[in-house]
């Protein structure tokens, strides 16, 4: 096995020789999912990190209110990558497939029905938190100051949204064609960009929330006019890309957009089940006080941080197994599928353990107030524990994605939030049962560990590779 130095592909092949070595994964397989994992694993960080950054900074000089606004905000802003990532994720298995069987028209086609289906859907969501973010931020959040840093950061980031989920679609078009390096320069460049605004608007000029919010939004501009410009010439000075957009072609394909419909929608569903959680979740962490807020932001953010492997595993696994479906080898589908998911649960157990191990180090990152940092780092100790299972759902979600069969993880997102970690929650604030934040504990790994359960288990049945032949080049085609 090849051990060019690369600290991220460098920690996945040692994992990989270990579970290699005991004759648990094929080793030439370790070496190709490593190839096309790490740039989005190290797109993930830097992206993550940018978040992190963000809470960080803000938390630093403003205080945990200003970190309690910008967690009311989140999970509006998260609507751009529940709606802009769940019709990428339908791209992602429509290129693969298209990739895989040299059928490079359909997949041109493909990608410009996703930016349109995309466009169409996330524009009216940003016009709405950028015209009524106030009404928005109370519906969950709770206290004046830190309702009032939310507002002004989701009128700002509103302007957003669309640029966010367009590049969702661009970084998928060229990670299922098997080039996961382009996407890693762009987004990870964007997100270093984003960074050095936030710390330039924060501290240098003063502008609180407000500037954090405009560091995003430039940030996904320019990483959107770089998709835009690239995609249509096949790339950019010195980042080639290894498909290409053609422009004179019809702007919609009504049998790719049927399909694109059908495989992204429980897609769709399945982010917004997760990312509409967090509304009522944070409507009840609200109710335990800003400090409890500040302190689950905080752990939201690390666990964030923890799971990006899942940027390169789950898309890895998309991509590789979505290239065999459309060469009709599903023997070598299933083989990709295994591997990935069984490097993907090591690779995950060694983050957890580390993180739990500097949890309090951790912490201290954001917070340097002793009354409260127990309390965070209790919460980020938890974060690190539930992360295990996002492994295990992101590379049993991947083969499901790259075969269309995109219900299961809907269902198992539904499972999760909705019927057990929610009433979970909500438990630790009903008067006379005295579970208090022990609750919020359990709802944070519930909320992880079901859909995990669900997902292996729909994975195990090998009925997405069944699901997976009324999708591939040729049934399409005969349309």
Same mark, same amino acid.
């Given at each position: ?56 900074? /803000? ?40 990739? +895989? ?39 969950? =959040? ?27 679609? =661009? ?20 997100? &270093? ?36 410009? +690239? ?95 459309? *060469? ?20 995950? /157990? ?32 938890? @974060?690190?524990?539930?992360? &295990? ?9 991947? $083969?499901?994605? @790259?075969? =269309? ?30 579970? +208090? ?9 519930? *909320?992880?560990?079901? $859909?995990? @359960? ?26």
């Amino acid at each position: 096995m090849s051990f060019s130095w690369n600290p991220v592909r460098f920690v996945l092949l040692t994992v990989g020789s270990a579970l290699s070595a005991l004759g648990l994964i094929s080793t030439d397989r370790v070496e190709r999912a490593a190839d096309l994992s790490w740039p989005r694993i190290v797109t993930g960080l830097a992206r993550m990190s940018k978040s992190t950054a963000d809470v960080a900074m /803000v938390g630093i000089a403003l205080g945990p209110q200003a970190i309690a606004g910008i967690g009311y905000a989140s999970p509006f802003w998260g609507l751009a990558f529940a709606l802009g990532g769940g019709v990428a994720g339908g791209t992602i298995g429509m290129v693969s497939q298209r990739f +895989g069987a040299e059928a490079y028209d359909e997949l041109s086609r493909s990608v410009t029905a996703s930016a349109v289906l995309a466009a169409a859907i996330t524009i009216p969501v940003g016009l709405l938190f950028v015209l009524v973010p106030g009404p928005l931020i109370d519906l969950i =959040g709770s206290g004046q100051q830190a309702t009032a840093y939310g507002t002004d950061y989701l009128r700002i980031v509103g302007l957003g949204v669309p640029f966010a989920a367009l590049n969702l679609v =661009g970084s998928r078009a060229l990670v299922g064609a098997d080039d996961a390096w382009s996407p890693m320069v762009l987004r990870g460049g964007g997100a &270093v960009v984003n960074i050095v605004l936030n710390a330039v608007f924060l501290f240098g000029l003063g502008m609180g929330v407000v500037g954090a919010a405009i560091g995003t939004v430039v940030a996904n501009v320019l990483v959107f006019a770089a998709f835009a410009v +690239g995609l249509p010439r096949g790339g950019l000075p010195g980042v080639p890309f290894p498909v290409r957009i053609r422009p004179d072609g019809p702007l919609l394909d009504r049998s790719l957009l049927r399909d694109l419909v059908e495989m992204a929608t429980p897609l769709i569903g399945t982010n917004l089940a997760r990312t509409g959680a967090g509304f009522p979740k944070t409507a009840i962490v609200a109710m335990f006080g800003p400090n409890v807020v500040a302190a689950y932001v905080v752990a939201m953010r690390v666990r964030a941080l923890m799971d990006t492997p899942n940027w390169g595993f789950s898309l890895a696994s998309s991509s590789l197994v979505g290239q065999a479906l459309g *060469e009709d080898d599903e023997r070598l589908a299933d083989l990709w599928a295994r591997d990935v998911l069984r490097l993907s649960m090591a690779v995950y /157990v060694l983050i957890a353990v580390g993180v739990l191990v500097f949890a309090r180090p951790i912490s201290r990152v954001f917070v340097q107030d002793p009354a409260i940092l127990p309390l965070v780092t209790v919460f980020v100790a938890v @974060a690190a524990v539930s992360v &295990v299972f996002s492994g295990v759902n992101g590379g049993a979600t991947g $083969p499901l994605r @790259a075969s =269309g069969d995109t219900r299961w993880p809907l269902y198992s997102q539904l499972a999760g939030m909705y019927v057990v970690a929610l009433p979970v929650a909500y438990l630790g604030t009903a008067n006379g049962l005295g579970l +208090g934040r022990p609750a919020l504990y359990a709802a944070i790994v519930l *909320e992880m560990a079901v $859909p995990a @359960a669900i997902t292996y288990y729909r994975y195990q049945t090998g009925t997405w590779k069944i699901v997976s032949r009324s999708f591939r080049p040729d049934a399409a085609a005969g349309d």
